[in-house]
């Protein structure tokens, strides 16, 4: 965008309280433009309660620009679990109802609802492991056969499955990726289930409708370039330009889609 515009776009991090800091920096700002909110999906689908002016809301919170890119998870299993498909998988946690564990990266995010939304669309019962941090110390506790399985981004799971570390079993993606052809979606085996984590850019509510047409030309410009694109895509992020309107529209999709797991594990944290 830098290029396109000919202006610096200076990236500011603002971390803290689960993602509401940056919210809070991002929605006191300036309506004129020039300040840009790149927020992730798990602020849109944050657990209620777990940290304040989360989870955020569009239109009600910010005005949308775009779509940046998406990030697929996968499902992988341990090689001492003798499995080589979910379908396998979903038999065999039918035949030991609460006793397979499944190790997640961090208690309300994306893998965490991911797991949940498996267990309420195909009626079995998995045992939750959370991890902190990277996703190493999960992804050893899988291979030594600790955890049955892991539910991770696509990305930093492919290193273990080109060495068989771990079984690959589905990803999250609409269709089967062009470099593993041979690996299946989760929704050819659970319908409608795709999983992916995402980026957005937003823009506080009040700026102008040809301030915001204008920054979602220069992302859709800046994501349709090659060097931006394809560098994204050998880390396994996918650019999926949108017009404001369809950033919507995908977000309110998204929202309803993941619901139920929300409240699943908001009852769990209540007990």
Not at 39 to 61: E, I, K, Q
Not at 139 to 168: C, H, M
Not at 189 to 204: C, E, G, K, R
């Amino acid at each position: 965008m830098s290029r396109y515009w000919k202006q610096p776009v200076v990236i500011v991090n603002q971390p803290g309280a689960s993602g509401s800091v940056s919210a809070t920096v991002a929605s006191q700002a300036a309506p004129d433009g020039y300040t840009l909110y790149a927020p992730t999906l798990s602020l849109f689908l944050a657990v209620p309660g777990r940290a304040p002016n989360l989870p955020l809301m569009v239109p009600r919170d910010f005005a949308p620009v775009g779509f940046a890119f998406e990030q697929l998870l996968a499902i992988a299993a341990s090689p001492k679990l003798g499995i080589k498909t979910l379908q396998q998988l979903l038999d065999l946690a039918r035949e030991k109802p609460g006793q397979l564990s499944y190790a997640v990266t961090g208690v309300g995010r994306l893998t965490h609802l991911t797991g949940e939304l498996l267990q309420l669309n195909t009626g079995i019962k998995l045992q939750t492991v959370p991890y902190s941090g990277s996703s190493a110390q999960a992804t050893a506790d899988v291979y030594a056969g600790r955890i049955a399985i892991i539910i991770d981004g696509y990305t930093g799971l492919a290193p273990a499955f080109q060495s068989g570390t771990l079984v690959p079993l589905a990803v999250g993606a609409a269709r089967r990726l062009p470099s593993v052809p041979d690996l299946p979606t989760i929704a050819e085996t659970v319908p409608d289930l795709i999983a992916s984590s995402w980026m957005a850019v937003l823009t506080p509510n009040g700026t102008p409708e040809p301030i915001i047409a204008k920054a979602s030309g220069a992302l859709r410009a800046a994501l349709e370039m090659a060097d931006v694109r394809e560098p994204l895509a050998a880390r396994g992020s996918f650019t999926r330009p949108m017009s404001a309107d369809e950033v919507t529209v995908f977000i309110r999709n998204q929202q309803i889609l993941w619901k139920p797991a929300i409240k699943q594990i908001a009852r769990g944290m209540q007990k």
